[in-house]
T-cell receptor, first 114, second 113 residues
Framework: QQQVKQSPQSLIVQKGGISIINCAYE??????FPWYQQFPGKGPALLIA?????SEKKEGRFTISFNKSAKQFSLHIMDSQPGDSATYFC?????????????FGTGTLLAVQP | ETGVTQSPTHLIKTRGQQVTLRCSSQSGHNTVSWYQQALGQGPQFIFQ???????GRGNFPPRFSGLQFPNYSSELNVNALELDDSALYLC????????????FGNGTRLTVT
């Protein structure tokens, strides 16, 4: 069964600190790895994404690190701010499919304390 | 640019009833996907529509069905509602390319009692 495992389930970080969320997959080839941010009462919004031919991608304070051999990828939020408090989902797109069906992780609830 | 809009925002139904949820795509998008998000979980793919045809389906029973209209708006229909169908139902629109980013609406919160 296609699956993406995400950890930790919840995370508390002080303002200005680094938030790190990890995801891992197994048994299936994926070729696109987006991260989504979801605020309460809202739908998920695309934050940043990476393809497996790249080991790192940075956009502002957000960085994705990708380890293809270990089948792991992670999101780093530098200089975390209270406004970053939200639920973060990693996701993966199975390769070879005709649809953009995403497999989502179970989410990480991030709380950034002022 | 108009984003993805869903209606209604909240809905309460009784077990065994039927429900229809609606979604208007973001302008310029011709593909619509539906996801179910149970409380505390990540979204799960239900199905995707392109050119009014279903072109991909997740692990959901046939009582989950959908439609896409010529203006790319979409409906999700669920028959014979069960308690476990209580969830946030998310619609996402995108371009045709499989790598096209998904743009989600804010969802419909369905409660089945």
């Amino acid at each position: 069964q296609q699956q993406v495992k995400q950890s930790p389930q919840s995370l508390i970080v002080q303002k200005g600190g680094i938030s790190i969320i990890n995801c891992a997959y197994e048994n299936t080839a994926f070729d696109y790895f987006p991260w989504y941010q979801q605020f309460p009462g809202k739908g998920p919004a695309l934050l940043i994404a990476i393809r497996p031919d790249v080991s790192e991608k940075k956009e502002g304070r957000f960085t994705i690190s990708f380890n293809k051999s270990a089948k792991q990828f992670s999101l780093h939020i530098m200089d975390s701010q209270p406004g970053d408090s939200a639920t973060y989902f990693c996701a993966a797109l199975p390769s070879g499919g005709a649809t953009n069906k995403l497999i989502f992780g179970t989410g990480t609830l991030l709380a950034v304390q002022p | 640019e108009t984003g993805v809009t869903q209606s209604p925002t909240h809905l309460i139904k009784t077990r065994g009833q039927q429900v229809t949820l609606r979604c208007s795509s973001q302008s310029g998008h011709n593909t619509v996907s539906w996801y179910q998000q149970a409380l505390g979980q990540g979204p799960q793919f239900i199905f995707q529509y392109y050119r009014e045809e279903e072109n991909g389906r997740g692990n959901f029973p046939p009582r989950f069905s959908g439609l896409q209209f010529p203006n790319y708006s979409s409906e999700l229909n669920v028959n014979a509602l069960e308690l476990d169908d209580s969830a946030l139902y998310l619609c996402a629109s995108s371009g045709r390319d499989r790598n096209s980013p998904l743009h989600f609406g804010n969802g419909t919160r369905l409660t089945v009692t």
